[in-house]
């Protein structure tokens, strides 16, 4: 009986790869998940967030659990203990440009010899602490730049980088509207 040969790009296995979307393409329900956070206030202006993965059914898919300390600078009377939530968005955007470009790359056979990327947002206090309400509370404007260390033709990158703003959930989160419902439950 004969195997497949799998084939490796960027440490992405490609037929794996290449299964995995027959698969969810078969039965879509394989692909739909509902990811879960929740922050406890620890003081001042601290946080925890634990993260867990579930199905839409509501079963827990891993036991993958992942915590993240959260803290504000100095300047808003933070400690700087951890991240706050803006910069671990760009940190969760820069996370989720890495993984498509490693994948999309790998299934268009594109192999990468080095990938990192910078991000910026400008933020104006202003907004946040309802000083003015001409002034946005969040991101005013955010750059991204994919630094690509690759054999590939320059069509070939930017024919990757529209493939991967295509489908980021991230890019699509941060430049659609997403529906958000807020509740709050008093204990």
Known sequence: MA????????????????????SITEDPAGGAFTFRAETEWEDALKSVTTIDEFDH???????????????EPEQILGERAGPN????????????????YAANAAAM??????????????LDLRGFLGISEDVRPGYESMT??????????????????????KTSPLVDAITNEVPLETRIVSE
Not at 3 to 19: H, K, Y
Not at 57 to 71: I, P, S
Not at 109 to 122: K, N, R, T, V
């Open 109 to 122: 056979g594109i192999e990468l010899d080095d990938l990192s990327f910078e991000m910026e947002g400008d």
């Open 3 to 22: 195997t497949a040969e799998r084939t490796v790009v960027n440490g992405v296995d490609v037929s794996a790869l290449e299964g995995a979307i027959e």
């Open 57 to 71: 059914a509501g079963e827990t898919v891993h036991t993958r659990e992942f915590t993240l300390q959260g803290d």
């Open 144 to 165: 991204c730049t994919a630094h690509v260390a690759s054999d590939a033709s320059e069509e070939d990158l930017a024919a990757l980088r529209e493939r991967v703003e």
């Open 85 to 100: 939530a803006v910069e671990l968005l760009l940190g969760a955007l820069g996370s989720c440009l890495s993984v498509g």
